[in-house]
Every structure is written in structure tokens, then in C-alpha cells.
């Protein structure tokens, strides 16, 4: 049958992008994040490693040899020349991942959660994108400390305009496993 059907997950913080791919998953998608797939990479790619310790020295790494991803969070998001040069390092390798989850998969549909989807112009690589949104009372109210990293993303109404499926995640985790079972199911009836 050849590759599953890619699709992405997107939306913005705090909107519910974990929980909808937990939903996809329990109804049978291969799911895979991509923050699950950078933590992988600084664990594993040497010249991830190699390349942060270059740039930021010892203090990035942890006694026990393994990257500090909450110090690197403190550099980069105190300074956006330090988190471009970063994303230049990551978005390759995670496109790179991610491909490579995709093409091993059996399941008919293979769901990737990908917060910076737009900003990256990484749709191209996705047979549909599913965007799950909530009004921004509800995200303010789950989002916290991170309202300040939203100003450099996509604005959410033209996620939105631009996705295949869209979800407001205002209600019940059912409504939403609903929807997830919803587009599973006619996105396996199409093939």
C-alpha cells in the first residue's frame, strides 16, 4: 500500500495538540511528537551534541553528560539570535526524523504533533493538517510562563484558515477523542 497518510497536528500553545494525539492514537493512528523526537536527538545525535557544546560550552550539559534542555531553553529564549541559530540546527534533523517515522510506519495513517508546523513550512510534507485551537481564555488560563514565545508564531486565525480539519478544544476530552475517531475515519474511507 505503500506510506501511510501523513498528517500533522498544529495549533497554538497550550490549545490541546498533546491530548489530540493521544485521541488519534487510541484509534489506531501511529503518532509521533516532535518534541518527543528533539528530546531523542539531544540524546542521541552526536553532532547535535557536538554542535551545542560549540556554541554554549559545559554549561549546557548535565553531570551526567546528557543535554540540559532547561538551560538551553533560558539562552534561547532570552535571545532570539541564539534560538534561530538553534532552530537551524534542529528543524533539519527533525524533518529528517520525522520522514523517516513516517516512511516505517504500517498503521494507514501516521499522526505527527508539530507545534512550529507553519512557521517551519513543513505543511508541504503532510498529506492534511489537523489545527486544534481553543478560545485564548481557556489557553491563557493552561499556557502560563510561555505567552511570551506566542508573539513569534503564526497567528491562529490563519492556522485555522489554512488547515484541513480544525478542532476547538473547549469542551469534554470525549468531544475531542469524537473528532479524532471522526477524521481517522474518513481519512482511512478515502484511501
Known amino acids: 500500500m505503500g ?3 501523513a498528517v500533522a497536528i498544529t495549533g497554538g500553545i ?9 485521541a488519534f492514537a487510541r484509534h489506531g493512528a501511529a503518532t509521533a511528537s516532535s518534541d518527543e523526537l528533539v528530546h531523542r536527538l539531544y540524546r542521541e545525535d552526536d553532532g547535535l551534541k557536538a554542535a551545542v557544546r560549540d556554541r554554549w560550552g559545559d554549561r549546557v550539559f548535565a553531570a551526567d553528560g ?3 534542555r532547561a538551560e538551553i531553553g533560558r539562552i534561547v529564549f532570552a535571545d532570539r539570535g541564539e534560538l534561530d541559530w538553534l532552530e537551524r540546527e534542529l528543524h533539519p534533523r527533525v524533518r529528517a526524523a520525522v520522514d523517516r517515522w513516517v516512511a516505517a510506519q504500517t498503521a494507514d495513517v501516521a499522526v505527527v504533533e508539530v507545534p512550529l508546523l507553519y512557521e517551519t513550512g513543513g505543511e508541504a510534507r503532510f498529506d492534511k493538517v489537523v489545527v486544534v485551537t481553543a478560545p485564548e481564555e481557556v489557553r491563557e488560563a493552561r499556557r502560563g510562563v510561555f ?8 497567528p491562529e486565525e490563519e492556522k ?20 479524532a475517531a471522526r477524521v481517522l475515519e474518513e481519512l482511512t474511507s478515502s484511501r
Not at 14 to 22: M, R, T, V
Not at 160 to 179: K, P
Open 14 to 22: 497550550a490549545a490541546g495538540k498533546s491530548e489530540a494525539l493521544a
Open 66 to 68: 546528557e543535554v540540559d
Open 160 to 179: 485555522v484558515r489554512r488547515a484541513d480539519y480544525v478542532f476547538v478544544n473547549d469542551g469534554s476530552l470525549d468531544e475531542l477523542d469524537a473528532f
Open 147 to 154: 505567552a511570551d514565545r506566542e508573539a513569534r508564531l503564526v
Open 3 to 5: 506510506r501511510p497518510l
